[in-house]
């Protein structure tokens, strides 16, 4: 079946630091690879996404390449900010199951400190 | 705006009592979606359909039930016979090939 496996947190960060999250996966086909971010008390928001192997997504500074063959989608910033202090959630989906629900990992908390 | 709205933002439920949870869509998405999340933990999935009247148990459907009678509507009932339901609960939906959109989740406690 499907798997998506996340550094665990939390990961803590003095502003203007370079940002590193790992995340591989295991998956049928070729999956779509995303990165979600949740901030407290709220719902997930789509931060980046990449749909072949070899795409760049990229959002507010964040960016991830689908590696196909590390099967990786790490999340990279090259200068945090306290705003940015959220769980990141790595996930994907594979077309290939007919079921196009999203499988997530663990999620992977960020702490930025001033 | 479009979005998706899930009420109510907290939820207690008692011994023995089945509650009800409310999602609803007005981004005129064909699949909606409910995960379950606890502390520490990714998201799982409880229960997805891709059209109206139909649905399709996920990973972890035990204990809940959903119907779709309405595109922009997708309830999830905690049934009593789920023991262990304190979560955050979020509903999602989307359109083929595209991401998710998530709301802003209920959260469910015991009392």
């Known amino acids: 079946g499907n798997s998506v496996t996340q550094m665990e947190g939390p990961v803590t960060l003095s502003e203007e630091a370079f940002l590193t999250i790992n995340c591989t996966y295991t998956?049928?086909?070729?999956?779509?690879l995303f990165w979600y971010v949740q901030y407290p008390g709220e719902g997930l928001q789509l931060l980046l996404k990449?749909?072949?192997?070899?795409d760049k997504g990229s959002n507010k500074g964040f960016e991830a390449t689908y590696r196909k063959e590390t099967t990786s989608f790490h999340l990279e910033k090259g200068s945090v900010q306290v705003s940015d202090s959220a769980v990141y959630f790595c996930?994907?989906?594979?077309?290939?199951?007919?079921?196009?629900?999203?499988?997530f990992g663990s999620g992977t908390r960020l702490q930025v400190q001033p | 705006d479009g979005g998706i709205t899930q009420s109510p933002k907290y939820l207690f439920r008692k011994e023995g009592q089945n509650v009800t949870l409310s999602c609803e869509q007005n981004?005129?998405?064909?699949?909606m979606y409910w995960y379950r999340q606890d502390p520490g933990q990714g998201l799982r999935l409880i229960y997805y359909?891709?059209?109206?009247?139909?649905?399709q148990k996920g990973d972890i459907a035990e204990g809940y039930s959903v119907s779709r009678e309405k595109k922009e509507s997708f309830p999830l009932t905690v049934t009593s016979a789920q023991k262990n339901p304190t979560a955050f609960y979020l509903c999602?939906?989307?359109?083929?090939?595209?991401?998710?959109?998530f709301g802003d989740g209920t959260r469910l406690s015991i009392l």
């Open positions: 999602a939906s989307s359109v083929p090939n595209q991401p998710q959109h």
């Open positions: 998956a049928t086909g070729y999956p779509s």
């Open positions: 990449a749909t072949k192997a070899d």
């Open positions: 996930a994907l989906i594979s077309m290939d199951t007919g079921r196009r629900a999203l499988t």
């Open positions: 981004l005129n998405h064909d699949a």
């Open positions: 359909s891709q059209i109206v009247n139909d649905f």
